[in-house]
């Protein structure tokens, strides 16, 4: 269990890199969409690359970002019910959704957008809008997310097994999951 548990530190590191870094994105998609705004009201000029890089920074922050949420349990909850649940009983929901519901959509999602990225990629395929960008790019970041929301949903399901089994502990006050930390056991076996 313990080498599994390395993995799923080294998986929450990458996770936590990229989702903290993407932020930027979001920072150069308001940034294009103001000075392309100011460049078509002082001067009218535009450009659809412009609006098509907008796009993109949006597009990549939200797929890069999916595995970070996921990480930070912010995800998506009906917290009314699950609230009221013992810990133990979600952390049995959260193992049968992350293999039965979030493993499968990653993974078909990934095999979809293997030859969707390809052929895109080998073709050179550009926006169908005058003055627009490649759309590789687009289709490589769709590909990315879902590899990562799918390394990181191997993370999860290691931290909720080692969880169940007693090999992790997790430190939660608000009747959410927060970061796991080992337990005296798993410590003393390092």
């Known amino acids: ?14 996770t936590h890199f990229v989702g903290y870094h993407v932020r930027w994105l979001i920072l150069a998609a308001v940034v294009v969409s103001t000075l392309n705004a100011f460049v078509r009201k002082l ?14 920074f949006f597009g990549i922050a939200f797929m890069m970002a999916a595995a970070y949420v996921l990480q930070k349990n912010a995800h998506v909850r009906i917290d009314v019910i699950s609230g009221r649940l013992a810990k133990r009983t979600r952390d049995w929901i ?8 979030l493993a499968p959509l990653t993974l078909i999602m990934i095999w979809l957008s293997v030859p969707f990225f390809a052929e895109s990629f ?9 003055g627009g ?21 191997v993370s999860e399901v290691i931290k909720r097994v080692a969880v169940l089994s007693g090999a992790l502990i ?14 005296a056991e798993m410590q003393e076996d390092k």
């Open 133 to 153: 960008l490649p759309v590789w790019p687009f289709k490589l970041f769709v590909l990315l997310g879902f590899a990562l929301l799918f390394i990181q949903m």
């Open 1 to 14: 269990m313990a080498g599994l548990l390395a993995l799923s530190r080294g998986i929450d590191a990458l």
């Open 94 to 101: 959260d193992l049968f959704g992350h293999l039965f519901m």
């Open 170 to 183: 997790e430190e939660s006050h608000d009747g959410t999951h927060a970061a796991a930390t080992l337990t």
């Open 122 to 130: 080998r073709s050179g395929e550009l926006s169908n809008n005058a």
């Open 43 to 56: 001067f009218d000029l535009s450009s659809n690359a412009w609006l098509e890089a907008q796009s993109l």
